[in-house]
């Protein structure tokens, strides 16, 4: 465009440069004059035609722009609405956004509420009580676990050794067991005995389940252990009173007649043979008489102590009452009985000193040994009975092994195996 203009212009000026230079040649002609007027003219009109013509051009573009404005205008319309939309719906999902939260945080105040309860709960509930994942091998205790065990929940769920470190030796292989059958999904309860390192043995009872998923298998242990050494030590107690004898701490009537039914059975099963000893004490009476009962169970009690360090620590000494006991032994030869009866012969009919008065004893022991001399508990009794009694009309202070040639003797009828009878025979009915 500014191009053709600057054409145009310097035509114009040669045009006007040329028809002055004429002008002086042909002294102002007329014709000159129309002539130029007329090439000024078609220049003027050239000049206009091309001017309009971009001007046309200008019109065109001006048309095409406003168009694509016009487009724009519309784009920007529909990008205003869909904007418009867009907040609309940003507005609701807030909205809606802010209720959720409101609700998840009311929520998790309750479960917040819930778990510090479940905790409080878990804490102080009565003994301990435990969840162990298999899969993360995490073990959660309760605070409980530190008061049973004298050592912090930290300690014992970082070091879960010290579980088995602190077991009883002799309960440490049933322990070990009980935990396999948990491991394979069976239930336990099993009371064993742990080492508390301030208050030494303490007995606890642990329950204990298996948790399973859907496949059947063990996922997860939970259980709860119980301090029950009051009522451990209250059971000893009772049992003491019951099986023992109160003055010389020995096994009474009801204990022996057990453990004579045991020993005969095992005696059976596994062919080897068992023998009963009785032994009555000669002139206790005369001790009881003349320094008085306390002094009788002074010496119960020396004689007891006596018996015990004659026989070996598997054998069974019992008191039946008054001055007659009962000894159990079990796959012991004839000749080791007869050493054993001459060792309490010889060593318990030593003098006693009792409350500083000398008190001599001796004593008459009967023994029935199976099978030999029979095969059931009342037999035995009855033969150990009679040899006993043989013993002490043959002088006192020995011993006698049955034989038939007892048969016919007549028992006293406030003897050992006259006890012994009647107890089997009340325990029986």
């Not at 491991?183 to 389940?209: N, V």
């Not at 079990?330 to 080791?336: F, G, L, N, R, V």
Request: net charge negative.
């Amino acid at each position: 465009m500014l191009q053709k203009e600057r054409i145009a212009n310097v035509f114009i000026i040669a045009m006007i440069v040329t028809l002055s230079i004429l002008n002086n040649v042909l002294l102002s002609s007329n014709i000159l004059i129309h002539l130029i007027l007329v090439l000024l003219i078609f220049v003027v009109l050239w000049k206009l035609s091309m001017q309009n013509k971009q001007l046309h051009l200008d019109l065109q573009s001006l048309s095409t722009e406003n168009q694509q404005l016009h487009l724009d205008v519309q784009s920007l319309t529909a990008k205003k609405k869909q904007l418009h939309q867009d907040t609309q719906r940003l507005s609701a999902e807030n909205q809606h956004l802010h209720l959720e939260v409101e609700r998840l945080s009311a929520e998790n105040q309750q479960l917040q509420h819930k778990s510090f309860e479940l905790e409080e709960a878990f804490n102080s509930s009565f003994g301990g009580i435990f969840i162990y994942d298999l899969r993360t091998h995490k073990l959660t205790l309760s605070a409980g676990f530190e008061q049973i065990y004298g050592h912090s929940v930290q300690e014992l769920s970082k070091d879960q050794q010290l579980f088995y470190d602190l077991i009883h030796p002799q309960d440490l292989e049933e322990y070990t067991d009980n935990t396999s059958n948990l491991l394979l999904g069976e239930p336990i309860q099993s009371e064993f005995r742990i080492s508390h390192p301030q208050y030494g043995t303490r007995w606890i009872l642990k329950i204990a389940k298996p948790i399973k998923n859907d496949a059947d298998e063990v996922i997860k242990i939970s259980g709860q252990i119980i301090d029950i050494t009051k009522q451990k030590e209250l059971e000893i107690e009772l049992k003491q009173l019951a099986y023992y004898d109160e003055i010389t701490d020995l096994p009474n009537r009801k204990l022996l007649n057990r453990h004579i039914e045991k020993a005969l059975a095992r005696s059976k099963r596994h062919n080897h043979n068992f023998t009963i000893m009785f032994i009555d004490i000669d002139d206790f009476k005369k001790v009881n008489d003349t320094q008085g009962h306390d002094a009788g169970d002074i010496l119960l009690k020396k004689i007891a102590r006596r018996l015990i360090e004659c026989i070996r620590e598997e054998d069974l000494i019992a008191r039946i009452g008054g001055d007659e006991f009962v000894l159990v032994f079990e796959e012991t030869c004839k000749t080791d009985i007869e050493v054993i009866a001459q060792r309490i012969l010889d060593y318990v009919a030593l003098p006693y000193n009792i409350n500083g008065e000398e008190a001599k004893i001796s004593l008459s022991i009967g023994i029935s040994m199976y099978p030999d001399d029979g095969e059931n508990k009342e037999t035995l009794i009855i033969h150990a009975d009679k040899a006993m009694y043989s013993a002490k009309n043959n002088g006192k202070n020995n011993f006698k092994i049955y034989s038939s040639d007892l048969d016919d003797m007549e028992l006293k009828k406030e003897g050992i195996v006259t006890k012994l009878l009647n107890k089997i025979q009340t325990m029986s009915s």
